[in-house]
């Protein structure tokens, strides 16, 4: 079973940086595109940033020049970087993967989240 585990969240102050990384984990996988969401409370999810297995990126308007997704495929792994943080920043942070993988003799394609990673930013 593939399995997708965050880590990077915590409290920073504005104008701050984290990263965050979420690694895949399992076997017989390919994965696609990998995305980054947050919620805030109160809120929708929202789409933050995405990446293909080629590397295009895109992000949304309000991280432009803030925040850089990228991927290392050697290790099944997404980042971001995000940097000058602000306070409306604040929200879980979910990693998502569009993902192909092999079971039972069939393949599969699917859609997998981890578990989400608090980033709160705040003096």
């Known amino acids: 079973q593939v399995q997708l585990v965050e880590s990077g969240g915590g409290l920073v102050q504005p104008g701050g940086s984290l990263r965050l990384s979420c690694a895949a984990s399992?076997?017989?996988?390919?994965?696609?595109?990998m995305n980054w969401y947050r919620q805030a409370p109160g809120k929708e999810r929202e789409l933050v940033a995405a990446i293909t297995s080629g590397g295009s990126t895109k992000h949304a308007d309000s991280v432009k020049g803030r925040f850089t997704i990228s991927r290392d495929n050697t290790k099944y792994t997404v980042f971001l970087q995000m940097n000058s943080l602000k306070p409306e920043d604040t929200a879980v942070y979910y990693c998502?993967?569009?993902?192909?993988?092999?079971?039972?003799?069939?393949?599969?394609?699917?859609?997998?989240w981890g578990q989400g990673t608090q980033v709160t930013v705040s003096s």
């Open positions: 399992g076997s017989g996988f390919q994965i696609n595109d």
């Open positions: 998502n993967a569009a993902i192909t993988y092999y079971s039972g003799g069939h393949y599969y394609a699917d859609d997998f």
